[in-house]
C-alpha cells in the first residue's frame, strides 16, 4: 500500500505564493520505485469536480492544465521519495483542496488513472 501525505497549504493573499509537498511512502516502496512511477498534482474546489492540475512523469517531463500555465511548476526529488507543487502568482480561482496522487506506470501521464491518493491540503487565496 502507498502512502501520500500533502503538506504546505494555507490562505494567502492574491499574488502569493505557496509550495505543497508530497511525501510517498510504502512497505519495500524504494527511491527507484517512486522515481518510476507517474505523478500528478490535482485539485477540487468548493462546489466543483476534482481537475487534473500537473503530472510529472519518469523522466521529469510535465504536464499543466492551461489554468496554471507559467504560473505552477511541479518537480520531484526521487531520493527524498517527495513530490511538490510550488504555487506563484495565485489567484481566487486557485482556491481548492489539492491532492497529489500516483499510478505505478509511466508515459501519457496526463491522461492516466491515478491509483493511490493523499488526503488533501486545503489552499486558500483571498
Known amino acids: 500500500q502507498v502512502q501520500l501525505v500533502e503538506s504546505g497549504g494555507g490562505s494567502v493573499q492574491p499574488g502569493g505564493s505557496l509550495r505543497l509537498s508530497c511525501t510517498v511512502s510504502?512497505?519495500?516502496?524504494?527511491?527507484?520505485?517512486?522515481?518510476?512511477?507517474?505523478m500528478g498534482w490535482f485539485r477540487q474546489p468548493p462546489g466543483k469536480e476534482r481537475e487534473r492540475v500537473a503530472t510529472?512523469?519518469?523522466?521529469?517531463?510535465?504536464v499543466y492544465a492551461d489554468s496554471v500555465q507559467g504560473r505552477f511548476t511541479i518537480s520531484k526529488d526521487n531520493a527524498k521519495n517527495t513530490l511538490y507543487l510550488q504555487m506563484n502568482s495565485l489567484e481566487p480561482e486557485d482556491t481548492a483542496m489539492y491532492y497529489c496522487?500516483?499510478?505505478?506506470?509511466?508515459?501519457?501521464?496526463?491522461?492516466?488513472?491515478?491509483?493511490?491518493w493523499g488526503q488533501g491540503t486545503q489552499v486558500t487565496v483571498s
Open positions: 496522487a500516483a499510478v505505478p506506470r509511466s508515459g501519457f501521464c496526463y491522461l492516466r488513472g491515478y491509483n493511490y
Open positions: 510504502a512497505y519495500g516502496y524504494t527511491a527507484y520505485t517512486y522515481s518510476s512511477y507517474c
Open positions: 510529472i512523469d519518469r523522466d521529469g517531463s510535465t
